[in-house]
């Protein structure tokens, strides 16, 4: 087994529950699964982080591991229109003249929707305003080639 820079925490869920660590990506699966079986069957989603292959012998989590209903990553590019934080083009916004927040930059987004395809998943791409949608559009047109 490959060496483990640190293991899998133990983390207090906010109703003050212990979440034990997991030790293999087949645990990783099967906990998703088990949450995902529990959730209501009015189309919330399940919403999950943390996995990290250098914990389970580089083994990357992929759709193949998963239900075929995993919908898949979501990436939120800016913010919203009416807190002045969607990230718009020039002029900006026409009072204050500021183009909004980029949640994420252009490489950093492309670089991830780039893996998330490679591993077959579908990326959700948030955003609001003109300018975080250009940035969506050139993370998928990289990640298709």
Not at 102 to 126: C, M, P, Y
Request: net charge negative; charged share 25%; aromatic share 10%.
């Amino acid at each position: 087994m490959a060496r483990r820079p640190c293991r899998p925490l133990d983390r207090t869920a906010p109703d003050g529950t212990l979440v034990k660590g997991l030790d293999t990506k087949e645990a990783v699966v099967e906990r998703l699964k088990d949450a995902a079986a529990k959730l209501p069957a009015d189309g919330r989603w399940l919403v999950g982080w943390g996995y990290q292959p250098e914990f389970y012998g580089d083994s990357p989590l992929t759709r193949a591991d998963l239900d075929p209903s995993f919908g898949g990553v979501k990436f939120v590019v800016d913010g919203s229109i009416q807190g002045y934080t969607g990230l718009f083009q020039w002029p900006g916004y026409y009072k204050t003249f500021a183009n909004g927040i980029a949640n994420i930059s252009q490489d950093d987004l492309t670089k991830w929707v780039t893996e998330v395809h490679k591993r077959g998943f579908q990326a959700v791409i948030h955003t609001n305003a003109d300018e975080a949608t250009e940035m969506a559009l050139t993370a998928l047109t990289e990640a298709e080639r």
